[in-house]
């Protein structure tokens, strides 16, 4: 009996440092997302993509992207994109009653290289951003970022392909350091203009890092009048 009730207060004492320990970061979220590539004419296509980004891997909202830009193909290894992204996020882990989200609206100009070295393929993006956040506490804020991304693919065959990735966001402010996304997959071509990645993303930020699964889709369409 006594070391029932000693199990109990030893218990009692601890709850709150052991609901405490329930974060974001002990989680593994997922990342589930759509990018498409809608081709206009010889030179130009619309960027559209949707992510839907949880805490959780089947739930727990923590944010939804919406992104689109006008692509500028320079050649076939260098693109040019200006786009505006919206974005709603949800900063706390769990519900929280009464709680409103952040909104951003984001504007960004983009330049892609592409290369190869043999089988692999390297991708280059440099992004510039201007940020124009809404925080339902601190009120309206506008801040600029620079992000630093490199790709690289190498095919397994003609289907089946492996992938990873490195972005630096730079803040053009301070803190300069925003964050760095390191991320593995293995993805699949279901034909020419459909593919698929399975994979892994370390997201680190200044003493927090994040687990989380993606899943992406990759579409590419031709909107363009088909001559008879």
């Known amino acids: ?37 809608n081709k206009v004419s010889e030179k130009l296509s619309i960027h559209a993509e949707v992510q839907a980004r949880y805490y959780e891997t089947f739930g727990n909202f923590n944010q939804l992207l919406l992104r689109g830009g006008l692509n500028y193909h320079i ?25 409103e989200n952040i909104s ?26 201007q940020r124009f956040i809404d925080h339902p506490i601190t009120g309206k804020d506008t801040q600029h970022r620079a992000r630093y991304f490199l790709r690289l693919t190498y095919p397994i065959n003609d289907q089946w392909f492996l992938t990873a990735y490195d972005e630096l966001f730079i803040n053009l402010q301070e803190p300069l350091f925003g964050q760095n996304r390191l991320y593995t997959a293995l993805g699949y071509n279901i034909n020419s203009n459909l593919a698929i990645q399975a994979g892994y993303l370390k997201n680190h930020f200044t003493g927090r890092n994040f687990d989380r699964l993606q899943l992406g889709v990759f579409l590419k369409t031709d909107l363009r009048k088909k001559k008879h």
């Open 75 to 99: 050649s076939n290894n260098a693109m040019a994109t200006l786009g505006y992204g919206n974005i709603t996020t949800d900063v706390n882990f769990g519900d929280i009653d009464g709680e």
């Open 1 to 37: 009996m006594k070391k029932t009730l000693l199990i109990i207060a030893l218990l009692t004492i601890n709850f709150p440092a052991l609901i405490a320990q329930e974060t974001a970061e002990d989680n593994l979220g997922a990342w589930y997302m759509l990018f498409t590539t």
């Open 104 to 129: 951003e609206h984001r504007i960004y100009q983009q330049f892609v290289l592409k290369n190869k070295v043999g089988k692999l393929s390297f991708s280059h993006r440099y992004r510039l951003e």
